[in-house]
């Protein structure tokens, strides 16, 4: 601590640096896996282990070709278009589309977050990424035929869809409202994240 009760300064940076997703996940994952081993014993957590292997192989390819699809929607569209359909000045319309490609979107987690990192790091706005992402959670006509509809049938897939159709537009329209600023800043113009 300096005299005025602050940390210093090589100590903030290093924790700006900490990817505090992964270390809250990895801090849950192995103090889970300690208590597991203690309380239970290796007869009990290894199956365990041996299934998250199982899982953590079967998923790496999957985040792989999220990856490269999000590599290659870059090379195969442009800054300036991404900008202008999806980025900060495209206004309602850009919500929609986002929301649309979204709920559009045949694809898993592992496709779905890589990608709409690639559209930020490329020009597309944070309000344009929530409501792509919301499009695809709350919309997605893939879900719908393939889970919902022969578990609620489809009235109430249409009125569940009906009521959550402005949502990703909702979202992405807070998402831009400039309180947020601090918390997750603009990119500014030809910034490229990725």
Same mark, same amino acid.
């Given at each position: 601590?300096?005299?005025?009760?602050?940390? #210093?300064? %090589?100590?903030?940076?290093? $924790?700006? &640096?900490?990817?505090?997703?992964?270390?809250?996940?990895?801090?849950?994952?192995? *103090?889970?896996?300690?208590?597991?081993?203690? &309380?239970? *014993?290796?007869?009990?957590?290894?199956?365990?282990?041996?299934?998250?292997?199982?899982?953590?192989?079967?998923?790496?390819?999957?985040?792989?070709?999220?990856? /490269?699809?999000?590599? /290659?929607?870059?090379?195969?569209?442009?800054?300036?278009?991404?900008? &202008?359909?999806?980025?900060?000045?495209?206004?309602?319309?850009?919500?929609?589309?986002?929301?649309?490609?979204?709920?559009? !979107? #045949?694809?898993?987690?592992?496709?779905?977050?890589? @990608?709409?990192?690639?559209?930020?790091?490329?020009?597309?706005? %944070?309000?344009?990424?929530?409501?792509?992402?919301?499009?695809? @959670?709350?919309?997605?006509?893939?879900?719908?035929?393939?889970?919902?509809?022969?578990?609620?049938?489809?009235?109430?897939?249409? !009125? %569940?869809?009906?009521?959550?159709? #402005?949502?990703?537009?909702?979202?992405?329209?807070?998402?831009?409202?400039? $309180?947020?600023?601090?918390?997750?800043?603009?990119?500014?113009?030809?910034?490229?994240?990725?």
């Amino acid at each position: 601590m300096t005299s005025d009760g602050s940390l #210093p300064r %090589r100590v903030l940076a290093v $924790l700006k &640096k900490i990817d505090w997703g992964f270390a809250i996940v990895a801090t849950l994952s192995l *103090g889970s896996a300690s208590y597991v081993l203690w &309380k239970e *014993g290796w007869a009990v957590a290894q199956p365990i282990l041996a299934e998250d292997f199982h899982l953590l192989v079967s998923i790496l390819p999957k985040v792989a070709l999220g990856c /490269l699809i999000g590599a /290659l929607i870059r090379l195969l569209i442009s800054r300036a278009t991404i900008e &202008k359909y999806i980025g900060e000045g495209s206004g309602l319309a850009g919500l929609a589309l986002a929301a649309l490609i979204g709920m559009l !979107f #045949p694809a898993g987690p592992f496709t779905i977050f890589p @990608l709409a990192v690639v559209l930020m790091a490329s020009g597309a706005d %944070r309000g344009a990424a929530i409501a792509f992402i919301s499009g695809w @959670l709350l919309l997605g006509i893939n879900r719908a035929i393939i889970w919902e509809m022969p578990f609620f049938g489809p009235d109430f897939v249409l !009125f %569940r869809f009906v009521i959550s159709a #402005p949502m990703p537009m909702l979202l992405g329209l807070l998402a831009r409202l400039p $309180l947020f600023d601090r918390l997750m800043p603009p990119a500014s113009k030809g910034e490229d994240k990725a």
